[in-house]
């Protein structure tokens, strides 16, 4: 079986997310055009690139935007829930879905390695680690957010550089107020003994301006050892002039999280502990800490008319602890502890100008990239005893990149755009086959030194002041991480002897392309794309043997659907609808489906505005099919259901006091989206079932 998509294939993405809506939203566009004529002259924004970097805005991407407003209306209780009515987006969580606590993000269908091929950033700076763990945005305080923006694609890469293959989530946080001074604080609680608290206080005094955001949350967690405590907060201080502007911005964290394990089926033997067990454990001991501590600095100076000198810089601390002591009954050969620490120091002049070229506007924004990050992880059989391994790793990349954006003509924009990066490696690891727990072989050393680049090519048309087509072709690059390259080889040869290890995994690459069109007309706005992405030398973890290796090439393909109207001045609908296929076009799995991508995703939901904010009802429904297990590249082991979950959130404001009332899984599904399928019995699988349905009530008030 091919796995290039046919042309029949392709037209069937289309068809299924474009002509249908097309078919009904082009009258409703007319309709709207021709009762609102003072909108007539009045045309589409052009999308620019901002000198801060903060806009989405990338010519010929898919974006969209998640405003403040949205995430306090949302029935939904984390971030990633809110991230996930996006089209296109899928999550993975194993871990209970306490507060959202180290749920991954999965933009384009990257199943298990999606926290790498999704790159996240604050106020556009990037919060990608130089390890596997990912970006928690469970420790970004919801109260502290403006908007979050969301670029899908690999076109980010030329702004950014590493791991945005799948996309780019940015998290712009709120800055001072418009009062002297102003002040939010918020309680609640919640099923599974969950007790949640907030503070926020914002001032400003002329040129000077100041907030801080805090957030603390305890929880039993829906599962056995399931446990979550966890305290977050943010604060800064800026000055800003017409000129000149500065910032500078703490943030810190702290959080203990019960790994309660997968739940075991085996039809073999008569096992179904997601029947007989679902919220029970077998690690019973395991757990997660987690300590982050962040500054950033920075100043923006206008040099002349139009040209901005921008120039940040911060220090990125995380500190964690881990211990693994394996199924009961315990036992001391599966058990492990790891101690690692992990810090980053960076530095991002860029130039911002804003000018006319050969007549025309033009938007030039270059820079460079600086990152220095240090990793050393002590990995012993228990705390306390002497390290089996102990790791040390350093990498610095050094990135220089150019993007302009061109208007050709009033209708129409172009952008081009590349990025070159040279990445330094230093790896090594002490071994002490004397220490308890020891069975394996010391890693070889390594030294590398690589180059890489990233390209990106759009344009956006507004044919009309309703309709606007934009299309874009890129190439982008994700270098292994720390954790890739320490698990970068198999541990033992078939007779069970240790082999060293080697650091060695080849840099994954990809090339992407996408077309689409925008709408927007009075209170009806969509906008559809269709995609294509082939990938060479994608890294992928094998979850049984434990080592990660480059796969066959791989493509992702599909199409992304989003629409939504304001039926009166109280009520709104969204919706969003996603096709997204994940295969292997070359070597032993060819035509088989990538594991843990759903290809169908959707979402709908309805924000009605019942009594003049007194008493507001949202609603929100998202739907996955199926998808295949991890470890399930042959595609032959049961899949991972298909479900939906419905929330549901009554909320109102009297005066300076607010409450609500959530329902989340209000339909009580009984759910799990990430599983391992077992390499030796058939039918056999671990899952990590999820929350059935919940409930939250919140009250507080602002100042």
């Known amino acids: 079986m091919s796995s290039v998509p046919t042309a ?58 998640i405003s403040a407003e949205d995430i306090a209306r949302s029935p939904a209780q984390t971030v990633q829930e809110i991230i996930a009515q996006t089209p296109g987006v899928q999550l993975q969580n194993l871990y209970g879905g306490v507060n959202g606590a180290a749920t991954s993000v999965d933009l384009r269908g990257f199943g298990a390695f999606a926290t790498s091929n999704t790159l996240v950033l604050i106020n556009g700076r990037r919060l990608n680690d130089l390890d596997m763990a990912g970006v928690d945005l469970s420790t970004i305080p919801r109260d502290s957010i403006e908007r979050i923006e969301i670029t899908r694609g690999n076109s980010g890469a030329v702004l950014y550089g590493d791991d945005a293959v799948g996309g780019v989530i940015n998290i712009v946080t709120k800055t001072g107020s418009a009062k002297p001074l102003s002040m939010r604080v918020e309680g609640g609680a919640g099923s599974f003994g969950q007790q949640l608290g907030s503070v926020s206080v914002a001032a400003n005094a002329g040129p000077w301006s100041s907030s801080f955001y ?139 100008i804003k000018n006319q070229l050969f007549g025309l506007p033009s938007d030039v924004l270059t820079g460079i990239d600086f990152n220095d990050a240090t990793y050393h992880s002590n990995r012993s059989q228990l705390q306390g005893t002497a390290p089996t391994h102990v790791y040390d790793l350093s990498q610095q990349t050094l990135s220089a990149y150019w993007q302009q954006t061109v208007g050709l003509l009033p209708s129409t924009d172009v952008s081009y755009g590349g990025r070159i990066q040279q990445t330094r490696l230093s790896a090594r690891d002490r071994f002490d086959i004397n220490a308890p727990g020891a069975f394996d072989a010391q890693a070889l050393p390594l030294n590398s030194e690589q180059t890489q680049h990233a390209l990106h090519v759009g344009i956006e048309h507004r044919i009309n002041d309703v309709f606007a087509v934009f299309g874009r072709a890129a190439s982008a690059y994700r270098t292994p991480n720390v954790d890739e390259l320490v ?42 794309s269709i995609y294509g992405m082939d990938l060479e030398n994608e890294i992928h973890y094998n979850p049984v043997l434990f ?124 759910y799990y989206d990430y599983a391992i399928a077992s390499t030796f019995t058939a039918g056999r699988f671990n899952a990590y079932p999820l929350p059935g349905r919940s409930y939250m009530v919140r009250a507080g008030a602002t100042f």
């Open 214 to 352: 805090g957030s603390g949350i305890r929880s039993d967690g829906y599962r056995d050892n399931n446990a979550l405590t966890q305290h977050t907060g943010i604060g800064d201080i800026r000055y800003a002039t017409p000129e000149f502007s500065a910032f500078l911005t703490l943030s810190g964290d702290r959080q203990h999280l019960g790994l309660p394990g997968g739940r075991t089926v085996d039809p073999s033997i008569g096992l179904n502990q997601l029947l007989t067990d679902r919220r029970g454990t077998s690690t019973p001991l395991d757990y997660a800490d987690k300590q982050g501590l962040n500054v950033t600095a920075g100043f923006t100076k206008t040099l002349w008319s139009g040209a901005e000198l921008i120039v940040d810089g911060g220090v990125r601390n995380k500190d964690q602890q881990a211990g693994y002591f394996g199924s009961l009954p315990l036992s001391s050969f599966a058990a492990s502890y790891v101690d690692t620490s992990l810090q980053t120091w960076s530095l991002t002049p860029r130039l911002s």
């Open 487 to 528: 698990a970068s080889g198999p541990s033992f040869a078939a007779d069970f002897s240790p082999i060293p290890g080697t650091f060695t995994l080849k840099t994954q690459t990809s090339r992407d392309i996408e077309a689409g069109f925008r709408i927007k007309a009075g209170a009806f706005n969509a906008q559809s």
């Open 547 to 670: 080592y990660n290796t480059n796969l066959d090439p791989t493509r992702r393909y599909g199409s992304e659907t989003s629409a939504s109207l304001r039926t009166s001045d109280t009520v709104l609908l969204r919706g969003g609808l996603a096709l997204t296929r994940a295969v292997f076009r070359e070597g032993e799995f060819a035509g088989h489906d990538v594991p843990l991508v759903s290809r169908l995703t959707a979402s709908g939901g309805v924000t009605w505005n019942v009594w003049e904010k007194y008493v507001v009802v949202d609603a929100t429904v998202r739907y996955w099919s199926s998808r295949r297990m991890d470890n399930d590249q042959l595609n032959t082991q049961p899949v991972i259901p298909a479900n939906a979950t419905v929330d549901l959130k009554i909320s109102g404001e009297i005066e300076h006091f607010f409450w609500s009332l959530a329902v989340n899984n209000l339909l009580d599904a009984q």
């Open 8 to 65: 029949a294939q392709r037209r069937r993405i289309l068809l299924a997310s474009t002509i249908l809506l097309t078919s009904l939203s082009l009258p409703v566009a007319s309709a709207f055009a021709q009762q609102n004529p003072a909108q007539q002259g009045s045309a589409l924004p052009a999308i620019n690139v901002t000198a801060s970097r903060l806009s989405t805005g990338i010519v010929g991407a898919s974006t969209s935007v």
